[in-house]
C-alpha cells in the first residue's frame, strides 16, 4: 500500500511555462515533506523541503505547497528550463520514524525548448 | 565538497554469487540509509542506521541481504546469494539530525 502517491508518471512542459509536480500522501502522521531530483544515472539531489506547519516555502524559481487536509502537495517550478528536465520523486518523513523518508515512485518532467 | 560515496559503481554478476556494496557516509552524519530503486516499485527503503545501530530493515529480505555499519565511515550491504530478480540500482544515502538526507551515486547490480 503506497503511502506517497505521484499519480503521473510523466509530464511535458514547454520552456518558460510553469510546471506543476503533485503528490499526495496517505498518513496524517508525516510531518516533513521534501522533493529531490534525479538525472538518469546519479543519485537523488536533495531540491525543497516543507515542513507540516506551514502551507509553502518558497526556493527561487521553486515553491512547493502543501494542503493538509487535502494531503497533497505539488512542487512548482516557474520558469520552467530544459535544464530541469528529471525525474522528480516526492517524499515524505513519518514523524515517528526516526527520520526514515518514503518515497513516491516519481515523476519525469521534460522541459523542451 | 561532502559526498556520499559508493563502491562499485557498476557490477555485473552471476547468479548465486556473492555482491557486496559499500558506503561511505558523510562525515559527521549518523544516520545510515540504504535504498534500491526499480522501475516497478521506484525507491524503496531497505534498510537504516542510526550511531551504527539497525533501526529498521524490515524492508529488506532476510535470507539473503544484511547491512551492517563495521564502524562510522563504513556501511555494507550484502546479498548472498544474489538473483536476478536483484537487479537494481542500490542507493546509500546519509543524513544528520534534521530532516534532509543526501544520496550517493549509486551502485548499479545487475545478475545474470
Known amino acids: 500500500d503506497q503511502q506517497v502517491k505521484q499519480n503521473s508518471p510523466s509530464l511535458s512542459v514547454q520552456e518558460g511555462r510553469i510546471s506543476i509536480l503533485n503528490c499526495d500522501y496517505t498518513?496524517?502522521?508525516?510531518?516533513?515533506f521534501l522533493w529531490y531530483k534525479k538525472y538518469p544515472a546519479e543519485g537523488p539531489t536533495f531540491l525543497i523541503s516543507i515542513s507540516s506547519i506551514k502551507d509553502k516555502n518558497e526556493d527561487g524559481r521553486f515553491t512547493v505547497f502543501l494542503n493538509k487536509s487535502a494531503k497533497h502537495l505539488s512542487l512548482h517550478i516557474v520558469p520552467s528550463q530544459p535544464g530541469d528536465s528529471a525525474v522528480y520523486f516526492c517524499a515524505a518523513r513519518n514523524g515517528g520514524s526516526q527520520g526514515n523518508l518514503i518515497f513516491g515512485k516519481g515523476t519525469k518532467l521534460s522541459v523542451k525548448p | 565538497d561532502a559526498r556520499v560515496t559508493q563502491t562499485p559503481r557498476h557490477k555485473v554478476t552471476e547468479m548465486g554469487q556473492e555482491v557486496t556494496m559499500r558506503c561511505q557516509p558523510i562525515l559527521g552524519h549518523n544516520t545510515v540509509f540504504w535504498y534500491r530503486q526499480t522501475m516497478m516499485q521506484g525507491l524503496e527503503l531497505l534498510a537504516y542506521?542510526?550511531?551504527?545501530?539497525?533501526?529498521?530493515d524490515s524492508g529488506m529480505p532476510k535470507d539473503r541481504f544484511s547491512a551492517e555499519m563495521p564502524d562510522a565511515t563504513l556501511a555494507t550491504l550484502k546479498i548472498q546469494p544474489s538473483e536476478p530478480r536483484d537487479s537494481a540500482v542500490y542507493f546509500c544515502a546519509s543524513g544528520a539530525e534534521g530532516n534532509t538526507i543526501y544520496f550517493g551515486e549509486g551502485s548499479w547490480l545487475t545478475v545474470v
Open positions: 542506521f542510526r550511531n551504527r545501530a539497525p533501526l529498521d
Open positions: 498518513n496524517s502522521m508525516f510531518d516533513y
